[in-house]
């Protein structure tokens, strides 16, 4: 006997049902587990640039208290070199620093390393610059927070005269005041200061080589 074409078509519907349903939840768990994945590999990617950064930072401040008997000599060349990175050098700022501040008589691998010191915070010494240049003169392109420093601002706004008057203010009272520190402190703090970064950077190898698993 032939059942009813109603029952049939009825069963049909429930399955089809849940096939659809089944379906949308291994689409969400999918969904669910690459965007887990997608963090993941953000987080390890920040992580490792973030070490990258810290182990370029520990590097140069042992080659700077490696350096003896030139306290003068050092606090000279860091300044110089920090007071670089002011102004835009197109990439070469650490090769810059170093020869400028072997020719002012300082030396050359504290100029290099103060040339290093600041390079990735190039946005916001651009942004130093710009709010104190604009204390004698106004910009065209008004600058009120660090979020309206964009690739076209900075083309916009670079070797003008507000950025430039900015920028020689900002580095000359910058570097003189990091003269001062590193000459007053430099030989005091050496010997302990070139121990504890030795130290840190031993342990930052280990880490640098075991990146931590961030949780999911």
């Known amino acids: 006997m032939k059942r009813p074409k109603f029952a049939r078509s009825s069963r049909h519907v429930g399955l089809a049902a849940v096939s659809r349903q089944r379906h949308s939840q291994s689409v969400f768990a999918c969904s669910s ?3 887990t994945a997608t963090r993941n590999s953000i987080r390890i990617m920040l992580y490792r ?3 990258s950064l810290e182990r370029c930072f520990v590097f140069n401040l042992i080659r700077l208290f490696r350096i003896r008997r030139q306290s003068e000599k050092v606090a000279r060349g860091f300044a110089i070199g920090f007071i670089v990175n002011f102004f835009p050098t197109f990439g070469f700022g650490v090769l810059i620093s170093g020869f400028i501040a072997k020719v002012f ?3 050359a691998v504290a100029g290099l390393v ?4 600041m390079s990735f915070f190039w946005p916001l010494l651009f942004y130093f610059n710009m709010r104190t240049g604009g204390l004698f003169v106004r910009p065209p392109v008004v600058i009120d927070d660090l979020e309206d420093i964009t690739d076209k601002t900075m083309d ?8 430039t008057i900015g920028a020689v203010v900002n580095s000359l009272l910058a570097g003189l005041c990091v003269y001062l520190l590193l000459r007053l ?3 005091q703090i050496r010997p302990g200061a070139l ?6 950077a031993r342990d930052h190898q280990r880490r640098f080589r ?7």
């Open 210 to 216: 075991r990146p931590r698993q961030p949780a999911a």
């Open 114 to 117: 103060g040339g290093a010191s």
């Open 156 to 163: 916009a706004l670079v070797w003008g005269q507000t950025f």
């Open 49 to 51: 640039w973030w070490l």
């Open 195 to 200: 121990a504890y970064f030795r130290r840190h």
């Open 33 to 35: 587990l690459s965007q």
């Open 105 to 107: 008589g300082g030396n």
């Open 185 to 187: 402190l430099h030989r």
